[in-house]
């Protein structure tokens, strides 16, 4: 699988926090699709709260409104991100801020009741482990809900860019089968996948890679030009994107969300980190023999 580059994605994210509430349709509109599944929790009434890639703090203070008692923690790896959540966790609705990295969690084993991660996981390299991080973290029978771009995501972006550049401009997607298969390698249980398809339309080229970058989406792939497109190959790419042009004028741009939830088993499962299972059993759960004086 090609790898991402964790620092250009981190930057990329930074310089998009101050307008990325003013773009960021599809992801309020993914998150309020992906929120229905919370109605799978019932009564239960969780006490810690984490979401996973929280951007601008939007879904936490949500989340922090639906449960104002729940210790709501946000954790983003671009800072500016939080800076922007910040205004979300007034003194009315507060949650904690937390700068860390989605495939390297910084909480302790079992100290969470629901993970909520909308559109995080295309920026990561290893989706199983890092769904393995999540379960890690999740209590025993603890409700996860994500998200994630399908392959199919800008597809007519990938196709125009390949007829004018031999290098790659867009990032790999999952397919659908291979989502619901990480979720079951990490050790979820009962998984559960929903499938949405966007069609996004704009007057031209230019247009949709503004948007891309002023969501943070810019091209990250470690094996991604270093040097500039250049006019030639962009020329190339804009006339083979032309072709697509619908009936009305505009350009398409297909985006495929995946959504699913998922629990945590029990305790003493194993989790399975980096192709080996590491077993966490409680101390109570372990009979101890003592020995006769």
């Known amino acids: ?3 991402l580059d964790p620092l250009q994605i981190r930057r990329h994210f930074g310089q998009a926090a101050a307008g990325f509430d003013d773009v960021a349709v599809l992801a309020r509109e993914a998150g309020k699709r992906l929120f229905e599944s919370l109605d799978y929790l019932d009564d239960r009434q969780p006490e810690v709260i984490l979401e996973v890639g929280c951007g601008t703090g939007h879904n936490a203070a949500l989340l922090k409104k639906r449960w104002p008692r729940a210790r709501v923690i946000a954790l983003d790896s671009a800072l500016p991100m939080l800076r922007q959540a910040k205004a979300q966790a007034g003194w009315w609705k507060p949650f904690q801020r937390v700068a860390g990295d989605a495939a390297q969690l910084p909480l302790a084993d ?5 993970l909520v991660s909308n559109l995080c ?3 990561v390299n290893d989706l199983a482990d890092t769904l393995a991080g999540f379960r890690r973290v999740l209590k025993p029978d603890g409700l996860l809900l994500c998200s994630t771009y399908g392959s199919e995501t800008l597809g007519e972006l990938d196709y125009a860019f390949a007829q004018a ?3 790659p401009h867009v990032h790999p997607f999952v397919p659908i089968a291979s989502f619901g298969d990480a979720l079951m390698r990490a050790g979820f249980r009962d998984p559960v996948i929903d499938r949405d398809v966007f069609t996004l339309t704009y007057p031209d080229l230019p247009a949709l890679m503004a948007e891309l970058r002023a969501l943070g989406y810019a091209n990250a792939r470690g094996d991604r030009r270093r040097t500039l497109t250049g006019r030639g190959r962009f020329a190339a790419a804009t006339r083979a994107y032309e072709a697509l042009r619908q009936a009305d004028g505009r350009l398409p741009s297909t985006w495929e969300v995946l959504y699913a939830h998922a629990w945590a088993p029990a305790a003493g499962t194993p989790i399975r ?3 080996q299972d590491i077993a966490a059993v409680p101390l109570s759960a372990i009979p101890i023999r003592r020995r006769q004086p």
């Open 165 to 167: 550049d031999t290098l």
């Open 1 to 3: 699988m090609t790898l």
């Open 121 to 123: 996981l295309p920026f």
């Open 110 to 114: 079992a100290s969470v009741d629901l």
């Open 273 to 275: 980190q980096q192709g």
